[in-house]
T-cell receptor, first 116, second 114 residues
Framework: DTAVSQTPKYLVTQMGNDKSIKCEQNLGHDTMYWYKQDSKKFLKIMFSYNNKELIINETVPNRFSPKSPDKAHLNLHINSLELGDSAVYFC???????????????FGPGTRLTVL | AQKVTQAQTEISVVEKEDVTLDCVYETRDTTYYLFWYKQPPSGELVFLIRRNSFDEQNEISGRYSWNFQKSTSSFNFTITASQVVDSAVYFCAHTGEYGQNFVFGPGTRLSVLP
């Protein structure tokens, strides 16, 4: 019954590898997001998708590629992992874009990525 | 550019004390929304409140209250009679009317001691 789920919860990998994090929401929301939270707890939006279409693409290395096969899923693929990619990655969803009524973001539990 | 400042990096209080977490924002959006989220030690992010820019009414929810002052660009959060379970990192955030400029503040770590 989890509203926003992410897999895996923990991911430990070597530099240079390629990895993916999956996100699914069962809330029927139109918009999904990826955030990165660094070791100092600073949260930064990376991407947002609305109805499978990329809306926000912040300054993120192109080694990061989001993929939305359908409205309920937004996966994050990372190529050639670097030490600085170590962080907690949060997926979120909201009813629609913007901050209107009932449009708070619901967050997944996070994926802690450690690059060795 | 849009910016959210939470000047208090860490706050420690003793249980049952009242505590206010400050949030100051900068925006060029005419219509915008402000949020507070809680991140307890377990790591998940929990939505607390949303406020739109044209509604300056303060809000109270149990021990939580929020004071939105457009004139000072502040959206402060007060916990009354704090409890140990309130210990968490609290984030203030801003977004424009259409989801643009979504920015989180740096967070305030609140420790409530028994």
């Amino acid at each position: 019954d989890t509203a926003v789920s992410q897999t895996p919860k923990y991911l430990v990998t070597q530099m240079g590898n390629d990895k993916s994090i999956k996100c699914e929401q069962n809330l029927g929301h139109d918009t999904m997001y990826w955030y990165k939270q660094d070791s100092k707890k600073f949260l930064k939006i990376m991407f947002s998708y609305n109805n499978k279409e990329l809306i926000i693409n912040e300054t993120v290395p192109n080694r990061f590629s989001p993929k939305s096969p359908d409205k309920a899923h937004l996966n994050l693929h990372i190529n050639s992992l670097e030490l600085g990619d170590s962080a907690v990655y949060f997926c979120a969803s909201s009813h629609h874009m913007g901050g209107g009524s009932y449009n708070e973001q619901f967050f997944g539990p996070g994926t802690r990525l450690t690059v060795l | 550019a849009q910016k959210v400042t939470q000047a208090q990096t860490e706050i420690s209080v003793v249980e049952k004390e009242d505590v206010t977490l400050d949030c100051v924002y900068e925006t060029r959006d005419t219509t915008y929304y402000l949020f507070w989220y809680k991140q307890p030690p377990s790591g998940e992010l929990v939505f607390l409140i949303r406020r739109n820019s044209f509604d300056e009414q303060n809000e109270i929810s149990g021990r939580y209250s929020w004071n939105f002052q457009k004139s000072t660009s502040s959206f402060n959060f007060t916990i009354t009679a704090s409890q140990v379970v309130d210990s968490a990192v609290y984030f203030c955030a801003h977004t424009g009317e259409y989801g643009q400029n979504f920015v989180f503040g740096p967070g305030t770590r609140l420790s409530v001691l028994p």
